[in-house]
């Protein structure tokens, strides 16, 4: 049987993550974005800073359902953004934000992105249950 047992949710403004990227560029994107997480979004061309949006946008999600926030010994880098064969996103915990999460009885996790008209927005829901991830 799967429960929901946390929820969270983020809207990032595309620009603010624009701003990110002139101001701090390759600093920037080594602390908050995974490896495949950048290859990805800098393959959506002109979209790159939507796609970098969402997946930040999912990363505060996550700090929010587990309630946390970005706390001491928890990195971005921790929670990665990926994408299935079908196309839809998933969500991977390593680190001391998986270790939260475990602490929690989460053991999976539901994701939806979305980005339009200069925002990104992320809705992710932690399952008890489920081995999906």
């Given at each position: 049987?799967?429960?929901?047992?946390?929820?969270?949710?983020?809207?990032?403004?595309?620009?603010r993550?624009?701003?990110?990227?002139?101001e701090?560029?390759?600093?920037?994107?080594?602390?908050?974005?995974?490896?495949?997480?950048?290859?990805?979004?800098?393959?959506?061309?002109?979209?790159?800073?939507?796609?970098?949006?969402?997946?930040?946008?999912?990363?505060?999600?996550?700090?929010?359902?587990i309630?946390?926030?970005?706390?001491?010994?928890?990195?971005?880098?921790?929670?990665?953004?990926?994408?299935?064969?079908?196309?839809a996103?998933?969500i991977?915990?390593?680190?001391?934000?998986?270790?939260?999460?475990?602490?929690?009885?989460?053991?999976?996790w539901l994701?939806?992105?979305?980005?339009?008209?200069?925002?990104?927005?992320?809705?992710?829901?932690?399952?008890?249950?489920?081995?999906?991830?």
């Amino acid at each position: 049987m799967t429960n929901a047992t946390a929820h969270g949710i983020d809207l990032v403004d595309v620009e603010r993550i624009e701003r990110m990227l002139a101001e701090h560029g390759e600093r920037f994107l080594e602390r908050v974005f995974t490896p495949s997480e950048q290859a990805y979004a800098q393959s959506g061309g002109a979209r790159r800073a939507d796609r970098l949006a969402a997946r930040f946008a999912a990363k505060e999600a996550i700090f929010k359902a587990i309630g946390t926030g970005l706390r001491s010994g928890m990195s971005w880098t921790e929670i990665e953004v990926r994408v299935l064969p079908s196309g839809a996103p998933a969500i991977a915990l390593s680190g001391r934000v998986a270790e939260v999460a475990e602490e929690q009885g989460i053991s999976g996790w539901l994701v939806s992105l979305s980005h339009a008209g200069g925002f990104a927005f992320a809705s992710v829901i932690g399952l008890s249950g489920s081995s999906r991830e």
